[in-house]
């Protein structure tokens, strides 16, 4: 007898311009059709806890399976990230942004966003360095809320525990802060101070819906360049809504927004505001 046929090594085109499709309807993320091997190897590992053999069938399972849409949303989303990536921002936001903003709003709560925040590793790096402001500036507190759309990365910021690799850089650049912030769980597992967790709220969020609350600063890093340039527009919109006046954008290294139409007005690279019409 021949061995049972395995249909999950190639996905056919058909099914591949349907994974996009589906990708782009639940996300907003487009993918290139370069990105099949991607693709293929991320939805094979959810296909085998299945036990589902070709990609069609999983995706006739998604469309009628509504448990399962948020488990293809985490499989399809790239959620790299690091504690202080791109340093230059870390270096505005403690040098330049806390100390100008409680110069001009004391007494007042700082509201952070973390609008993208993937595993908390933003995040805890944004209540690190409130923390230590805090420390030294009486009357100053804060509170950092922290969104994503995959639940599996959420999960993992709340449990605030990370492996040597993800701390490797931050323990090597910032001992001082380490040593005050973190404390060993085992030989390779790093565990977030109580402290500064409980300044992070983290909630499911997609960035193609408005938040309600209003914040003096929010970091959108590493998320738009998934998005078409009238998506980035419509969720540079949505993101607008929820920014005070005056208040910060902090985008990623590789991101721009100067060829997009938006309300932001540039202060350096990585760096916008918002200011009120005509200003
Ligand atoms: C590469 S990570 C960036 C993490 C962090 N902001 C940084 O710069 O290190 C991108 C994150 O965006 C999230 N994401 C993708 N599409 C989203 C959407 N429509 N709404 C909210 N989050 C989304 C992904 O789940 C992923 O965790």
């Not at 299945?50 to 998604?62: F, P, V």
């Not at 936001?93 to 993208?116: G, I, Q, V």
Request: glycine share 4%; proline share 3%; hydrophobic share 35%.
């Amino acid at each position: 007898m021949l061995p049972a046929q395995n249909n999950s090594d190639e996905m056919d085109n058909v099914t591949l311009v349907r994974v996009i499709g589906v990708v782009h309807k639940l996300t907003g993320i487009t993918m290139a059709e370069h990105k099949k091997p991607l693709l293929q190897s991320r939805l094979k590992k959810r296909m085998r806890e299945l036990q589902i053999t070709s990609y069609g069938e999983y995706m006739d399972y998604l469309a009628k399976t509504a448990g399962e849409t948020q488990n293809f949303i985490n499989v399809v989303t790239t959620n790299e990230t690091t504690f202080f990536r791109t340093p230059k921002v870390w270096s505005f936001f403690e040098k330049e942004f806390l100390p100008e903003w409680h110069k001009n709003n004391p007494r007042t709560m700082l509201t952070l966003w973390s609008a993208a925040s993937s595993s908390g590793e933003e995040a805890y790096s944004l209540a690190i360095l409130c923390s230590e402001f805090k420390l030294k500036t009486p009357g100053f507190d804060f509170k950092i809320l922290a969104t994503d759309i995959s639940s599996a990365v959420l999960a993992e910021a709340e449990a605030g525990e990370y492996h040597d690799r993800a701390v490797e850089f931050f323990k090597r650049a910032k001992p001082e802060l380490y040593d005050r912030y973190f404390s060993k769980k085992d030989e390779s597992t790093h565990i977030i101070s109580s402290e500064v967790k409980k300044k992070v709220q983290f909630l499911p969020h997609n960035l193609f819906s408005v938040k309600k609350e209003q914040f003096d600063i929010i970091f959108l890093r590493n998320v738009l360049i998934y998005f078409s340039s009238e998506d980035q527009e419509n969720v540079l919109m949505n993101v607008s809504r929820s920014l005070k006046i005056n208040g910060h954008l902090i985008i990623g290294e590789s991101e721009s927004l100067s060829r997009l139409n938006t309300p932001y007005h540039f202060i350096s690279a990585c760096i916008y505001d918002l200011r009120k019409e005509g200003k």
